[in-house]
């Protein structure tokens, strides 16, 4: 599952190319939440996929039960240098709702990825590697897919949970404070 804006920044074809070279896996279906300038032209380009399904936009409030319904939430973006240094929102969410993930992303989010174990990481752009993870990800037994989105809610309470980033901050700005390094 995807979701969220189908812009330019999310190398939607990465996802169409790796959905034509998964064409025949009957288990492989590609759902699409979301909406934006590109969504069009990617519904164009799925028109003879019988494996792409979009089914709109829906609030964020929604989202959550979308995702426990998901095997594996997937998130793209286009192999730029701003963007692999910077950590997608979405890679945050799905996180945080326990799913496992598929990522064709550089920089910080792949990092991310990788280092939690929540899923699996590939380049950005390369719907060849997309393809592959998405048969490495049906090659898992459901244990081990639920596994691994434990642990990706693990790392995002350790390292994004909001509570925890705001304590972490006022300790760094009470040191800074104390070390005379923020002016009063």
Same mark, same amino acid.
């Given at each position: 599952?995807? +979701? ?6 999310? +190398?939607?074809? %990465?996802?169409? @190319? ?25 519904? *164009? ?9 979009? $089914? ?14 998901? @095997? ?7 192999? @730029?240098? %701003? ?19 598929? /990522? ?28 592959? /993870?998405?048969? +490495? *990800? ?6 081990? #897919?639920?596994?691994?989105?434990? #642990? ?11 509570? *925890? $980033?705001?304590?972490?901050?006022? +300790?760094? *700005? ?11």
């Amino acid at each position: 599952m995807f +979701a969220g804006n189908l812009g330019e920044a999310q +190398a939607l074809g %990465t996802i169409i @190319d790796a959905a034509k070279r998964l064409r025949y896996e009957r288990k492989v279906q590609w759902i699409v939440i979301g909406d934006g300038r590109k969504r069009k032209w990617m519904e *164009m380009q799925c028109s003879d996929l019988a494996n792409v399904h979009f $089914l709109g936009s829906f609030p964020a409030e929604d989202m959550p039960s979308f995702f426990a319904h998901a @095997d594996a939430l997937l998130v793209t973006l286009k192999a @730029d240098k %701003t963007f692999s240094l910077t950590v997608p929102s979405k890679l945050q969410s799905y996180m945080a709702c326990a799913r496992p993930v598929l /990522a064709a992303i550089n920089g910080e989010g792949a990092r991310i990825v990788s280092e939690s174990g929540c899923g699996f990481s590939v380049p950005a752009g390369d719907s060849r590697a997309l393809a592959d /993870a998405v048969r +490495a *990800m049906l090659r898992l037994s459901p244990k081990q #897919r639920s596994e691994m989105g434990e #642990r990706g809610r693990k790392y995002y309470e350790q390292h994004f949970e909001r509570d *925890m $980033l705001i304590e972490r901050l006022e +300790a760094w *700005m009470q040191e800074a404070s104390e070390e005379g390094l923020c002016a009063s």
